[in-house]
């Protein structure tokens, strides 16, 4: 059965936002052993599949030197997601492989991105799929030299590129699309992906939403996290107004979020290991990530993002979105199957210190999870080696 079928199966699949970009998903000053060093990258994508997880998800960005500042220089360096999948393609067996492309900056023709990811999906055995982009950031557009479109013009021309890319990779003969946004005149290649690849998107607003229930299969959200970009609160209402999107068109489309693990013996290690990120939150960076100017809040986009970029800023926000699971293992993996009762399908593990904690995580919650029956037996249990110990030495000995 193809790796796609079989993690389908998982009644919670479960993924790693991977830190392919400097600072991971911790805006702290705290040591971290998270390294974007390809050695480091390549081990824990190996990791992950070995493990038994199911994806490993590549989002994308274009910043200024320097990156976001501050004294950690987050994301001063990153790597390119679809080249990441492409690397990370011969040397894992299991993992969904998702990266991100940004739709909006002309950056590449819908033809030379098919024909890049039926390569991607062909040397993958069909593990491979995008996660589309409507665009982010007039910072962006200023790089790649094109006007800042307004929110439902971006969609648009999303639209556009994706009709053409999905044209290519599954019509019989060639393909010719003239309109506002893209052209193409009698487009071919081969070989094309035995089935569309996965397709990802992570729109928050109405027209996103209906864009990711026409051509997508998982929708990425923040449903009932802090932030929450779903319209609600609640975990299950924001789960089902995504839901609710795919049915229109008799979809079943999966809802994802980031999850942000801190997971140790007992509770009281795990809220010190959480102050300790905390007291050292990198606030320039936290500032810079929320501008206008150079971050990712579009005045022109989604009520949602604009509303984000308005909440105080305070010490929590080191650790970037999504939501927050800090405890023991039991209490950790209470939560997850608490979100599965919720509704939510896929959940993006984020980490401070990702080998050593991902280790641990496989080795203490997901046996728990199998015994909640959110997790399938026949996955790995993760026994590889001794239990790393997560302690206050590991996490005083800093690698950026």
Not at 60 to 83: E, F, P, Q, S
Not at 87 to 94: E, G, M, S
Not at 121 to 128: A, F, K, N, Q
Not at 355 to 382: M, N, Q, W
Request: proline letters at 5%.
């Amino acid at each position: 059965m193809p790796s796609r079928e079989i993690i389908e199966r998982e009644p919670l699949i479960l993924g790693l936002m991977f830190p392919q970009g400097q600072g991971a998903w911790t805006a702290s000053l705290a040591p971290t052993e998270t390294t974007i060093e390809w050695n480091f990258l390549a081990s824990l994508a190996q990791l992950a599949d070995r493990l038994g997880l199911d994806y490993v998800f590549m989002g994308n960005g274009y910043y200024t030197k320097g990156g976001y500042g501050g004294y950690g220089r987050a994301r001063a360096t990153a790597l390119d997601a679809t080249a990441v999948a492409a690397a990370l393609a011969p040397i894992t067996k299991r993992l969904l492989l998702i990266s991100t492309i940004h739709t909006a900056y002309n950056c590449v023709h819908p033809l030379f991105f098919a024909k890049m990811g039926a390569t991607l999906d062909w040397i993958s055995e069909g593990r491979w799929g995008p996660n589309f982009v409507a665009g982010i950031s007039e910072l962006n557009a200023r790089h790649f030299g094109v006007p800042w479109l307004d929110h439902d013009e971006r969609y648009a021309m999303s639209e556009e590129f994706v009709t053409v890319v999905k044209r290519i990779w599954s019509d019989p003969e060639p393909v010719t699309f003239q309109s506002k946004f893209m052209k193409t005149e009698a487009a071919w290649m081969s070989p094309k992906p035995a089935r569309l690849p996965i397709m990802v998107n992570a729109g928050v607003s109405e027209m996103g939403l209906d864009f990711a229930a026409r051509h997508c299969d998982w929708v990425f959200t923040s449903a009932g996290g802090e932030p929450d970009l779903t319209g609600s609160r609640d975990m299950r209402a924001g789960v089902e107004r995504v839901k609710g999107f795919g049915r229109r068109y008799g979809k079943d489309l999966k809802v994802a979020s980031n999850v942000y693990v801190i997971c140790r013996d007992t509770e009281a290690e795990a809220r010190r290991a959480f102050e300790r990120i905390c007291d050292q939150a990198d606030f320039e960076v936290i500032e810079a990530m929320r501008s206008p100017g150079m971050g990712l809040v579009d005045p022109k986009g989604s009520k949602a993002f604009v509303d984000k970029a308005q909440r105080p800023i305070d010490r929590s926000g080191a650790l970037w979105g999504g939501i927050r699971v800090i405890g023991d293992p039991r209490q950790v993996a209470a939560r997850l199957v608490e979100f599965k009762e919720n509704g939510l399908d896929c959940v993006s593990l984020v980490f401070h210190n990702y080998l050593t904690e991902l280790t641990y995580f496989a080795e203490h919650v997901l046996p728990l999870l199998k015994r909640a029956g959110i997790r399938l037996e026949d996955a790995p249990a993760g026994k590889f080696g001794q239990t790393p110990v997560i302690s206050a030495s590991l996490e005083g000995s800093r690698e950026r």
